[in-house]
Each structure stands twice: as structure tokens, then as C-alpha cells.
């Protein structure tokens, strides 16, 4: 499966908020075609609104937007998940009553045996059969249950798939792990990966990186040209950038 192209055609957002009209995103213009693009910036500047609208939760106030050019603006989150697009929450939902196995087949579409649902679970660091048969409840952990949507990603093999800060709500161990999961899961996946983050350390296996403040793009390129920019404390977006869980 080739990478997804997704364009974004001046998408905008807007909400009322006290009888006045917010704009949250404004005049959004990107394509999107490589392996993996991380898209950062300070906290209130439209990263998880424009996942969201990416993925079919919020639609655009405006714009339009296409993904290998079919015009998927007006699509549910159902009907792009279908046309392939995968969606992460920053919190992932617990399945009472459901395995690990049952949802790695549920997300794959096709009947598959232990074995192989046993291999997408070792794909992400979880020892297989200590969750094939395990309920995914309240008993996992946060990290647990990023690894096993993770897992569920791939078994499915969309051609794009969307984590709105993975990192959100999980420990220190978890979070080192969830770093060489994605480095893996950057050689592995056919399509492309977009996250939307604020962590160095994700940025840093990023193909591309996109700067996100007060709603518009504001910076644009490959990693090596963008994060030294980032890092320098004299940065307007400096402070977004937080590698808190070493």
C-alpha cells in the first residue's frame, strides 16, 4: 500500500463560545503524503481540533478536504475509517468484555488465528499471551492500552492513521517503550503516520514536522530544518515543546 495522499484545502473551524464566534482553525492548507509527520505547537493552537477534522469527529466550518484525491469532507468518521483512515484517542477506550484477540480481528476485517493476533501483539512489546485472552477493561494500564491500539492500527494497514498525543497519560516506562513502538511501527506500517504531539522525542523519528499556533500553520519542513528551531530557547513555540517523561 502506497502512502496516502491527504490534502487539506483552506480548512477552517469555528465554534460559539458566550455568543461570540471562535475561530480555532484558520485558512488550513497542506498536503500530506510521507511515511511520518508529527504536528506540534503551544497548547490551544488547533493540534487536536485539526486531528479531529482529519479524522471525521468535527467537520470544517470551511474547506475542503481529499484524501488520493476523493473529496471526503462531508464523510463520518465511519465512512473515512472505511476509506482508510485510523484514528487514535488521546485516551483509548476500554472494551469490557472483549479480548485482545477480538479486537485484533475486529480491526483487521478478517478471521485470524491466535498466531497471527499474537504477532501484532509482540509487534508492540506485549508478551502475547498475557493479553491474547485478556480483557481490555479497566485493569490495563494506560500504556497497555496505547500498545494494544497501536497493535489494532496495524492490523488494520489503513493508509493513514492519526494519534492525537500518544503520549497523554502515561508513565515513564511506558512512555520509552511507546518511543521504540513507534520507531518500529515507522518501519513496518505501509501508509502514512501523522501524531500530533509535543514531545522531542517523538518529533525527533518524524520525517516532517508542522507548526500549529492560534489556528494557522506557522512553520513547515523536513525535521532537520524545523526542530533546531524548536529547541532554541529564544523560540516563540519553544515552550511547547515538552520532554517531561525522560
Avoid at 17 to 31: A, F, M, P, V, Y
Avoid at 122 to 134: F, H, N, P, Q, T
Avoid at 169 to 190: A, P, R, T, Y
Wanted: hydrophobic share 40%.
Amino acid at each position: 500500500m502506497e502512502e496516502a495522499m491527504l490534502e487539506l484545502q483552506h480548512i477552517s473551524f469555528g465554534v460559539e463560545q458566550d455568543g461570540e464566534s471562535k475561530d480555532i482553525l484558520r485558512d488550513i492548507n497542506l498536503t500530506i503524503n510521507e511515511r511520518f509527520v508529527a504536528i506540534t505547537g503551544p497548547n490551544g493552537g488547533g493540534k487536536s481540533t485539526l486531528a479531529k477534522v482529519i479524522a471525521g469527529i468535527l467537520t470544517p466550518t470551511q474547506g475542503r478536504i481529499l484524501l488520493d484525491g476523493e473529496d471526503i469532507t462531508g464523510l463520518s468518521i465511519t465512512q473515512r475509517a472505511r476509506k482508510g483512515i485510523s484514528f487514535a484517542f488521546q485516551q483509548p477506550v476500554r472494551f469490557k468484555g472483549l479480548t485482545g484477540k477480538d479486537l485484533i480481528t475486529l480491526a483487521s476485517g478478517k478471521s485470524i488465528g491466535v498466531p497471527e493476533a499474537c504477532d501484532y501483539l509482540s509487534e508492540v512489546g506485549l508478551c502475547a499471551k498475557d493479553y491474547i485472552d485478556r480483557e481490555v477493561d479497566a485493569s490495563l494500564s494506560g500504556g497497555e492500552l496505547k500498545r494494544i491500539e497501536i497493535a489494532m492500527i496495524m492490523a488494520r494497514g489503513t493508509k493513514l492513521s492519526v494519534f492525537d498525543e500518544p503520549e497523554a497519560g502515561i508513565d515513564l516506562w511506558s512512555f520509552s517503550n511507546l518511543i521504540q513502538v513507534f520507531e518500529h511501527l515507522h518501519e513496518k506500517i505501509n501508509g502514512s503516520i501523522l501524531i500530533i504531539s509535543h514531545q522531542e522525542r517523538i518529533l525527533n523519528i518524524a520525517d516532517r514536522i508542522v507548526v500549529l499556533a492560534d489556528g494557522r500553520v506557522q512553520q513547515d519542513g523536513a525535521r532537520k530544518d524545523i526542530l533546531p528551531g524548536l529547541l532554541d530557547s529564544s523560540s516563540s513555540v519553544c515552550s511547547a515543546l515538552s520532554d517531561k517523561v525522560r
